[in-house]
Nanobody
Framework: QLQLVESGGGLVQPGESLKLSCATS????????VGWFRQALGQEREGLSCIANDGISAYADSVKGRFTISNPHANNTVYLQMDSLKPEDTAIYHC???????????????????WGQGTQVTVSS
């Protein structure tokens, strides 16, 4: 059964860091990419970062240099290290199983297969 379960969200102050985890099951990362997207209240989804089975990764301009995606043990857990957080990073963060992705005008466009319930990240002083 396909599952993606996110964890690691919370409340932090501007400039602080969080590390999100995405535990996957029911599919192999050898065959699919995994990405992170977020959705703030009243806003559209925003693709943030993704990683393929060969380690190739991509980032949206809005998080490049601040967020880092990894799959360090080549297993079923993908991480998103988020540094220098800003209030505008406040959103629900989801991980997703992807068929692939594209980039246009600094944005990531995901070809979604499925996604998890998400974890809330709030950046506020």
């Amino acid at each position: 059964q396909l599952q993606l379960v996110e964890s690691g969200g919370g409340l932090v102050q501007p400039g602080e860091s969080l590390k999100l985890s995405c535990a996957t099951s029911g599919f192999t990362l050898d065959d699919y990419a995994v990405g992170w997207f977020r959705q703030a209240l009243g806003q559209e989804r925003e693709g943030l970062s993704c990683i393929a089975n060969d380690g190739i990764s991509a980032y949206a301009d809005s998080v490049k240099g601040r967020f880092t995606i990894s799959n360090p043990h080549a297993n079923n857990t993908v991480y998103l290290q988020m540094d220098s957080l800003k209030p505008e990073d406040t959103a629900i963060y989801h991980c997703a199983k992807l068929n692939g992705w594209g980039q246009r005008l600094g944005r990531l466009i995901f070809d979604y297969v499925d996604w998890g319930q998400g974890t809330q990240v709030t950046v506020s002083s």
